[in-house]
């Protein structure tokens, strides 16, 4: 089904606000250090890739970022 163009640039500028308000959101931006420092911390010294604690992580951080 396609939209007509005008109902797609409404969309894309309506995805494009949320996306502003979330990387400007003070809480968000507190969770994001925090799991920045947590995943630091979880392999720090490993080689990170072969981990199965790292496959989880990166799950996790691809469904937060959809």
């Not at 494009?16 to 400007?24: K, L």
């Not at 420092?37 to 990170?48: N, S, T």
Request: glycine share 6%; net charge negative; with cysteine.
């Amino acid at each position: 089904m396609d939209f007509p163009w005008w109902m797609q640039r409404a969309i894309q500028a309506r995805l494009d606000e949320v996306t502003a308000r979330i990387e400007h959101d003070p809480e968000l931006s507190r969770v994001r250090g925090g799991t920045n420092e947590a995943f630091e911390v979880l392999f720090a010294g490993k080689d990170v890739e072969q981990t199965p604690e790292y496959i989880e992580w990166e799950n996790c951080y691809i469904v937060s970022k959809g």
